[in-house]
């Protein structure tokens, strides 16, 4: 069995596994924020993780097999105190996918969901069908 751990993103979205020697040296420089939304001091973050954390299984049926390579976090900023604030441990919610696409739209949801005054705590993202 091949696992590949360690992923780059290329400038034009495009993944790729790489040894890890390269990931490296790539992860030092990484951008590897997709998307960064802060809706009434909770923020939404989604990155590229460059580690698949798949672990042995999907988010979906049809992603198993496939590397879990997307997140989206939620935390909620408790004060200014330093560049990031302070995170409240209680408040954080974390989505994976197996693309970008997905990770995207549920960012988008969770966005939607915070402008609309709803609470997250019980959020069950919805994505379309492949």
């Not at 069995?1 to 993103?9: D, F, S």
């Not at 939404?44 to 580690?51: D, I, K, R, S, Y």
Request: aromatic share 10%.
């Amino acid at each position: 069995m091949n696992l590949r751990l360690h992923w780059i993103r290329e400038p034009d979205g495009a993944v790729r596994p790489v040894d890890t020697l390269t990931w490296a040296k790539w992860y030092e420089t990484a951008d590897r924020r997709i998307a960064r939304d802060v809706v009434f001091g909770v923020e939404v973050n989604t990155v590229f993780l460059g580690l698949d954390h798949q672990m042995g299984f999907g988010v979906r049926p049809e992603d198993i097999g496939r590397p879990v390579l997307w997140e989206t976090m939620v935390f909620r900023q408790v004060n200014k105190e330093n560049r990031f604030g302070r995170i409240d441990r209680r408040g954080v919610h974390m989505f994976r996918y197996a693309s970008e696409a997905d990770a995207l739209c549920v960012h988008r949801q969770v966005v939607d969901e915070l402008r609309a005054g709803r609470s997250i705590r019980n959020f069950e993202p919805t994505l379309p069908p492949r």
